[in-house]
């Protein structure tokens, strides 16, 4: 090699490390930057055993592969990381340039870990609030957690019943729930972090001291321990509590704080579907009362109801119907059904509040017209702008037959039909409930013959529009038609017969909700032993 180094390599004045070696692995020349990153580095010396090994392999293959100076290698020299850029002499030896890359690298690294820490949070969000079922959001969060932030998770939620709803994950593993009836305060900072209360850094939680009902089986001596809490609407959702086993590296702040980013958005998720649930048991409780009842046989006489609200997914609307057993026997039972105008929750709960008063209304039943005006005026005074329709019956069985009072306030007539299948229409006419200052309607008295029922039932069915077109009502005529080919059947097979019908015609076309109550006299005597209260003990 020449003595005097090329004019595009000035070796010997640039601020940078450069050290020059030859095709064999020889070190010609260091600068003074070099020698002071490479210690003991000498002209002369072989490059292996004088620079870290991924320099040195980086020569080789610069030697082996051709020159060029495209080529880029980086490694560590101690505790920072440096570029390696190669320059190719004219007689092939290889200057080789250092620049500091440890800033940089460690910037990269940063961002790298936000984007992922990001990306996981994104994911995490998603896949918490993808279901608003408590347990499955403590199984999610165990699991995300043991797998990207601990060895192991514990998602601990409030006290309930006197035990710790508990879920634990191991790495790799799956969620396994428990109910413990432990102390919190075993642990250093779970008690706070259940009340919500910030978190206590984990260089203060000695991990020998963790209790042994903390650690999973199987997961072996705990090296670090991070406790924080799991926030809430308002009120704690829990706590989440991280494990790493002794010989893996302590959570570090930097760690910590992510932690109590995940444990937010999982608390938000916990704390939602906590509140579904708890909305969804208050509103499994009200609607109890406010679902229509099962009908059955009632001092021989049958009774079979059947009802569909307007949309599928809603379990109530505005139609309602109800049967009340005689309080003595030999006294009638009465019936009502109605039509709250409007649809789903807003008509159901006027729909609840017309249910309650005709039951406080009962020891009048027998007057039909004093239950309606009573009735109206509680609806007339309510703040409700609503008015409703009904239909009511007193049915009593004497000697076989069934004898009936139906009283309409502007409802469909109910609709007889005998035993041939003659289908007869309700004498009885009234005005609308709770818009007029007075509710005149009339009586009529029906009588059922062994075999022959009246049909209630709200405009829901008559005029629910389908078809072949899709635009045409079910309507009064083929509702009439259906029924006089029911004769015989029983109350219950009635019921459903009108249902399909109703339901194939509308297909999932929008309709009103529908009810339909059967008022039926029975073929058969009833065993006087069960008080008419038990179905189908019948004989002939």
């Known amino acids: 090699m020449s003595t005097d180094a090329p004019a595009y390599v000035p070796w010997t004045s640039v601020p940078y490390p450069v050290l020059i070696a030859d095709p064999a692995g020889a070190v010609l020349h260091v600068n003074a930057q070099a020698s002071g990153l490479f210690p003991g580095i000498r002209s002369g010396a072989a490059l292996a055993g004088s620079v870290p090994t991924w320099l040195a392999d980086a020569h080789a293959r610069q030697v082996a ?61 998603n896949t918490l609030l993808s279901s608003l079922n408590l347990e499955r959001c403590m199984d999610v969060t165990a699991r995300l957690a043991a797998e990207h932030l601990a060895d192991a998770a514990l998602v601990i939620a409030p006290r309930s019943a006197h035990r710790l709803p508990v879920v634990v994950c191991l790495r790799g593993g799956g969620a396994q729930r428990f109910q413990w009836n432990v102390d919190p305060e075993e642990v250093p900072g779970l008690g706070e972090a259940l009340q919500g209360f910030p978190p ?242 009339t009586t009529a008295q029906e009588t059922l013959a062994p075999g022959e029922f009246c049909v209630l039932f709200t405009d829901g069915i008559t005029e629910a529009k389908g078809g072949p077109f899709g635009d045409e009502m079910f309507g009064e005529d083929r509702l009439k038609d259906a029924l006089a080919r029911c004769a015989g059947m029983p109350a219950e097979a009635i019921v459903e017969h009108v249902q399909m019908l109703a339901s194939q015609w509308v297909g999932s076309a929008t309709h009103d909700d529908m009810a339909v109550m059967v008022i039926a006299a029975p073929r058969s005597h009833h065993l006087s032993a069960v008080d008419g209260h038990t179905r189908g003990r019948f004989t002939a």
Not at 67 to 93: C, I, K, M
Not at 273 to 290: I, P
Not at 314 to 319: A, C, F, N, P, V
Request: hydrophobic share 40%.
């Open 65 to 125: 592969d051709g020159p060029s100076d495209n080529v880029l290698v980086s490694g560590p020299v101690g505790e920072r990381t440096f570029e390696a850029h190669p320059t190719v002499q004219d007689d092939g030896d290889v200057a080789w340039w250092f620049v500091d890359d440890t800033d940089h690298r460690l910037a990269r690294e940063a961002l790298r870990m936000e984007r992922e820490r990001t990306a996981f949070l994104a994911e995490a969000s």
């Open 200 to 441: 206590v850094p984990s260089r203060w939680v000695d991990p020998a001291s963790a209790p042994a009902w903390l650690v999973p089986d199987g997961f072996g001596t705990v090296g670090s321990i991070v406790v924080t809490p799991l926030p809430g609407h308002g009120v704690p959702a829990g706590a989440l509590i991280l494990l790493r086993r002794s010989g893996e590296t302590a959570f570090s702040e930097a760690e910590e704080v992510f932690a109590r980013l995940f444990a937010a958005r999982a608390g938000a998720a916990m704390s939602a579907a906590r509140l579904y649930a708890e909305q969804s048991s208050l509103s499994r409780t009200l609607m109890q009362d406010l679902l229509p009842p099962v009908l059955h046989q009632i001092s021989g006489v049958d009774f079979a109801g059947g009802y569909r609200p307007s949309k599928d997914h809603e379990r109530i609307g505005g139609d309602f119907y109800d049967v009340h057993p005689a309080a003595t026997d030999g006294e009638a039972s009465f019936a009502v059904l109605g039509d709250v105008c409007g649809k789903g929750l807003e008509a159901a709960v006027l729909t609840g509040k017309i249910r309650n008063t005709l039951q406080a209304l009962l020891p009048m039943a027998d007057d039909h017209q004093r239950v309606i005006d009573l009735l109206n005026g509680a609806l007339i005074n309510s703040r409700h702008t609503r008015f409703a329709t009904l239909v009511m019956a007193s049915a009593v069985r004497k000697a076989g037959s069934v004898r009936l009072q139906v009283t309409s306030a502007g409802h469909p007539p109910a609709l007889i039909v005998r035993s041939d299948g003659t289908v007869e229409e309700g004498s009885s006419r009234g005005t609308l409930v709770g818009v007029f200052p007075t509710a005149r309607a």
